[in-house]
């Protein structure tokens, strides 16, 4: 069973940086659809980021701020997120589906079936 731990979260002004990390035990992340989601209160949660064997694709709102990346030797996910902004202020979950075909992973919630607990990301103006 694929278990999938973040970490990285924290407070920071606008304007400033912070690296989320994802671990993932007991299976390799190799051939999975990787994600990053978050949620803030009252809001549904969305999807930030999408890494795949292949492809990688990012919200419109994050596009040239966020930067995913992997690191299959040590079975983790990255989310780089620079030029943060108070919108940007939610619980951020990794997330893991395996994909059926080489296409773009998906953008759904719903398609994915591993998650994280969730980190905390806080931005103040």
């Known amino acids: 069973q694929l278990q999938l731990v973040e970490s990285g979260g924290g407070s920071v002004q606008a304007g400033g940086s912070l690296r989320l990390s994802c671990t993932a035990y007991?299976?390799?992340?190799?051939?999975?659809?990787m994600g990053w989601f978050r949620q803030a209160p009252g809001r549904e949660r969305e999807g930030v980021a999408t890494?795949?064997?292949?492809?990688?694709t990012y919200a419109d709102s994050v596009k040239g701020r966020f930067t995913i990346s992997r690191d299959n030797a040590k079975n983790s996910l990255y989310l780089q997120m620079n030029s943060l902004q108070s919108e940007d202020s939610a619980s951020y979950y990794c997330?893991?589906?395996?994909?059926?075909?080489?296409?773009?992973?998906?953008?759904?919630?719903?398609?994915?079936?591993?998650w994280g607990q969730g980190t905390q990301v806080t931005v103040s103006s």
């Open positions: 997330a893991a589906y395996s994909p059926v075909g080489v296409g773009a992973c998906s953008f759904e919630r719903t398609s994915y079936n591993y």
């Open positions: 007991s299976v390799s992340i190799t051939k999975y659809c």
């Open positions: 890494m795949g064997r292949f492809t990688i």
